[in-house]
């Protein structure tokens, strides 16, 4: 069946979806309602059109600039930086920030080719130079690569006069020490802080 | 853990079968090439999911099957309820590894160093004597990693580091270096310190275990020499990578740092590697192990699984002995025996005897 072999071989390209999985869809979408694989397939086609890049921060929006950088209710005055657009919605999700976002789309990588220069890096400078911004929060993962951004954008962004701060790692809040993992509570040792 | 039996199918060359192992001491006795060393391949493979002769997992597989499986079932004690004890289950097929504890998989082999710790004395431990520093970094990290998870976490991260930093070096990068020093810095101090602790918990231990069984007559000790050596600080060692910068930038590679430390054994000022005998070398590999689980044993509490892989055999009778006075308290040991050794002289009540021939295990 050349139609669900076409299927099952595009689906597995996507993330998390291997063969298995892949087939459980296509017999699913076999024997679901039309109208539902007709909505799906629509969403799908339609989903880049719907979704840009905000032009301020670069975070996905259906409206640009993003609701987040268009809003009067945020600070002005700290600017998050992350790795990629989905960091915005995770950060968001805590309810717990209220600043601006820059997306860096990446994390330097030398191993990967990936340096400052193909970051958006010069973008946030330039935010920067607009005036009003006092910190900088850097939100990179805790691995090598995110170390060495958020080591680099610190030497950069200073020169700028701006504070730059990194995203406390260590305990999952409400986690017990039971259950951490080593390389949490190794991080959590060396940023201990003093009570 | 011990394991109380252990259930193989297509794997090398031996015939599917499950085998009861619920013995102090299991001894496999039979000819070369009869399956015991692949039998405690097996059981290493349980432990840490991977083989001790440092193969891949695809020459595991029987010749003309496309697939092994494995299983054990191990508790804290052998006296335990056998509604106490753990299914580990370890396959490879289709060029994918399943390791199972439980009926879970398994996504970080680390997890299993502490669940069923085992050393393994076999015969490519001669190299940690005679061989390239590497295979001494590699004994030294593997000793240090089973008695601290936190160890392996940081000679993983220091390894990323240092493959980000070759990097950066082969391409130019100079506005990377810096920060990828600092990185590289910390966590090799890190490890250096560890090491540094090694060095001294093991030294002293060797020279007495290595002097019992040889009866050289002279101290063998045991020296830890890190690549920074002559720094003392972060910003020493940092300058001295500035200094070094244009000749690594040049050849393209790291230069310094703990994955250039060095091991060695010294007879006073000397290297013993260079004037030792064969005989000797294999026995400081044996006694690197010896002290390995009683370390391990001391550490952590915990008494480890021991695999002999003919080692026995490479000493003479009377340091076979002594050798075997040495050996530190196990929750579960296995040995293989050629057929015309003294095995017997070694077992116990609680000894379990198989003969191998053909791939099969009889008793």
Known sequence: ?195 | MPFSSIRYAAFRNLVDAELDLAAERVFFVGENGQGKTNLLEALYYLAYGVSFRGQVDAEAVKRGAAEFSLSGRCSEALSDSPILSEEVFVSWAERVKTIKVQGKPVRDRKILVEKNPTIVFCHEDYSFAAGEPERRRFFFDQAAGLISLSYIDTLREYKRILRQRNAALREGRFDLLDLLDQQYVGRGIELMAARRRLQREFDDRFVLRFEAVSLLGREVRLRYRPSWSGEEGIAEILAKLAAKRSEETALGTSLSGPHRDRWSFAVGAENFAATASTGQLRLVSLTLRLVQAEYFTEMTGRLPLLLFDDVLLELDRSKRRRFLELIPPAGQAFFTFLPGEPWEEYRTDSTLVYEASDGRFAN
């Open chain 1, 1 to 195: 069946m050349k139609a669900l072999e076409e299927f099952v071989s595009l689906l597995t390209r996507l993330p998390g979806i291997g063969r298995k999985s892949a087939l459980r869809v296509a017999y699913h979408l076999l024997r679901t309602d039309r109208a539902f694989a007709q909505a799906l397939a629509e969403r799908i086609a339609g989903l880049q059109d719907a979704i840009v890049f905000c032009s301020i921060c670069g975070s996905y929006t259906e409206t640009d600039p993003c609701p987040v950088c268009s809003s009067p209710a945020r600070d002005r005055s700290v600017i998050c930086a992350v790795e990629q657009p989905q960091d915005v919605v995770t950060i968001e999700g805590s309810r717990e920030y209220r600043g601006l976002y820059h997306v860096l789309g990446g994390l330097i990588s030398p191993l990967d080719g990936v340096g400052p220069e193909d970051l958006k890096i010069q973008s946030l400078i330039a935010r920067i130079r607009e005036g009003g911004v006092a910190e900088v929060v850097v939100a990179t993962n805790p691995t090598v690569e995110g170390d060495t951004t958020a080591l680099y954008l610190k030497r950069l962004l200073e020169a700028t006069g701006v504070s730059v701060t990194r995203l406390a790692t260590g305990m999952p809040v409400g986690g017990d020490l039971e259950y951490a993992d080593r390389l949490t509570l190794a991080r959590s040792f060396r940023g201990r802080t003093k009570l």
